[in-house]
């Protein structure tokens, strides 16, 4: 790289301890992204091809110089042993893209999915009573009654296809608002565990970040069309990313399985068809897709519950349509550092979190990804 670029993007660096909010929602408010954002409000078209640019650029870098070299040597010094069964997950995901295994030969402890499970049930049966046109105040969780009251718009939304119904406004979700947890939270015990953990990071080839995590339950209805996320799509936030489910329900075609195309990621053979972009997406041909590679090829998602899946998202992916009941499923998403996109939740760790521990890669995957200069 040119020096000067080098020294533009130290400069960039020591400017990210100036952190602006809300440029953009999901991409990091910097100094220089706001410089860089006003440019665009004011001359919107020359603007958004120089935002896009920007972005693409300033994704390139922190991928190949700034973030992931340092989490690489991270995972190399310390490479986690893995079980036969891990290393066939690993093994799948980079080959395929996908993978799926039982949560218990992945080594994931009874007790903890117990754990999550309770707080699930509670979760399914909130959800049936708004599902089920029983949402009156004896019923709101009194913990939670934000939560209820957004699903319920959110509902109202897919049901009626309201504003364009927004793209996951198919889930009612857990945590609909920005959440907080303690790290003694099961959704954090699991995710951040080594099981899970440890095969992310040995298929990014580095430590990871965990940016994203949740319990959705798929409204069963079919409104007549897809909405959002329901389309096939790329998930913008890495070239090279895992979302992993954790299923609580049986999942069949019936109750919106998420669909895969194979060979779509990094490297395959359909990494041309809507090709990732850090920033500027390029839309996917539905009519494309389906004329170049047949059904026959996707991967659905079904499985027991208990069934863990794993798919790298930046492949070609979407939700699938829920009529005969609801996919249950826990998940959590995973990137590498170089990500433009900020974590959606928030965290409570004082270092010894009632007795919680947590491991190096798992401080890690939730500590602030902003470096420090190179
Ligand atoms: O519902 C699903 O499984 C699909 C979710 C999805 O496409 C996404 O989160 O990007």
């Known amino acids: 790289m040119p020096i000067n670029a080098l020294a533009y993007f130290r400069v960039l660096s020591a400017l990210e301890a100036l952190q602006v909010q809300g440029v953009d929602m999901r991409k990091e408010g910097t100094f220089v992204d706001q410089m860089v954002t006003s440019f665009r409000r004011r001359f919107p078209t020359a603007g958004r091809g120089f935002y896009t640019s920007y972005l693409n650029l300033k994704y390139d870098i922190y991928s190949n110089v700034l973030r992931n070299p340092r989490s690489r ?16 997950v690993v093994r799948d995901l ?112 580095m ?60 490297g395959g053979p359909y990494e041309d068809l809507g090709r990732w972009k850090a920033a500027g997406r390029e839309p996917v041909s539905e009519a494309e897709l389906e004329r170049r590679i047949p059904a026959s090829e996707w991967v659905t998602g079904t499985g027991e519950p208990g069934t863990i899946i794993f798919c790298d998202t930046s492949g070609l992916h979407r939700g699938g349509i829920a009529i005969t009941g609801s996919r249950i499923a826990a998940t959590w998403t995973f990137v590498t550092p170089a990500s433009l996109f900020l974590r959606r939740f928030n965290v409570k760790y004082d270092g010894s979190e009632g007795g919680m521990k947590l491991s190096e890669t798992a401080k890690f995957a939730l500590a602030d990804p902003r470096p420090s200069l190179p």
């Open 73 to 88: 040597r991270e995972f190399e010094r310390q490479s986690p042993v893995l079980s036969r069964e891990q290393q066939r």
């Open 207 to 266: 430590w990871a970040r965990l940016t994203y995590t949740d319990v959705w339950h798929t409204i069963p209805v079919d409104v007549g069309q897809r909405v959002g996320s329901q389309r096939w799509h790329r998930d913008s936030e890495d070239r090279k990313m895992v979302k992993v489910y954790l299923y609580f329900s049986e999942v069949n075609e019936g109750t919106g399985p998420l669909q895969y195309v194979p060979g779509s990621g990094v």
């Open 94 to 205: 980079s080959t395929r893209g996908i993978a799926s295994i039982h949560f218990a030969e992945l080594g994931i402890d009874r007790e903890q999915w117990n754990r999550l499970r309770q707080v699930v049930d509670e979760f399914t049966n909130n959800a049936n009573q708004l599902l089920h046109g029983r949402d009156n105040n004896d019923v709101l969780d009194s913990s939670a009654p934000d939560a209820f009251q957004r699903n319920r718009e959110r509902m109202r939304e897919f049901l009626t296809l309201r504003d364009k119904a927004g793209g996951d406004a198919y889930l009612l979700k857990l945590y609909p608002e920005q959440p907080t947890f303690n790290v003694s939270d099961p959704l954090l015990q699991i995710g951040l565990g080594a099981p899970v953990l440890n095969v992310v990071n040995a298929y990014l080839g």
